[in-house]
């Protein structure tokens, strides 16, 4: 949808549209439509990367790999976090973004191993045009968290199939 279009819609509105169009993206495996999905200077971080990202492209590249080490990747269920405040809590989104928790599921093979399942959220912040800001990536267990860690290190070291053009 379009900016101008978004930003007649509510909060709930444009987390529920931004979740219709990126589920259909990703489950489609059409990883050439991540990066519209983000803003420019969107950051990126997880317990597997041990550094922030801060470009889209950057996040595109990531992901991209990241859905090439998953399997049978699919969303199960999202909430929406809530406009209004609770006393005494801080939060780190800005005036106009909206919150939005994503829960997956997901299948890991390593090299000479058996198949891990594994658990994992997504906490996004969008703005108001429904872009994501900020994306968190958290997953569970550790011993698939350290197995996807270091599939993707063999990635994007290029002990796989990688475009060099994405290192």
């Known amino acids: 949808e379009s900016s101008q279009n978004m930003s007649m819609l509510t909060p709930n509105e444009v987390a529920r549209s931004f979740f219709q169009r990126w589920h259909a ?4 495996g059409d990883t050439a439509k991540i990066r519209e999905f983000f803003e420019d200077n969107a950051t990126f971080s997880s317990p597997v990367v041990h550094k922030q990202y801060n470009t889209a492209d950057e996040i595109e590249m990531l992901l991209t790999n990241i859905l090439a080490v998953f399997q ?6 999202y909430y929406i976090t809530p406009q209004d405040a609770i006393e005494g809590v801080h939060t780190t989104r800005s005036l106009g973004q909206i919150g939005l928790t994503l829960l997956f599921t997901a299948k890991v093979s ?3 191993k058996k198949p891990m399942d594994l658990q994992g959220v997504d ?4 703005n108001a045009n429904g872009k994501i800001a900020d994306m968190k990536v958290m997953l569970r267990p550790l ?3 350290i197995a996807v860690g270091n599939m993707m290190r063999a990635r994007l070291l290029g ?4 475009p060099s053009s994405k290192l």
């Open 159 to 162: 002990e796989t199939d990688v």
């Open 25 to 28: 993206v990703i489950q489609a």
């Open 143 to 145: 011993t698939a968290t």
């Open 72 to 77: 049978d990747f699919k969303y199960v269920d």
């Open 123 to 126: 906490l996004l912040v969008l």
């Open 110 to 112: 390593p090299k000479d």
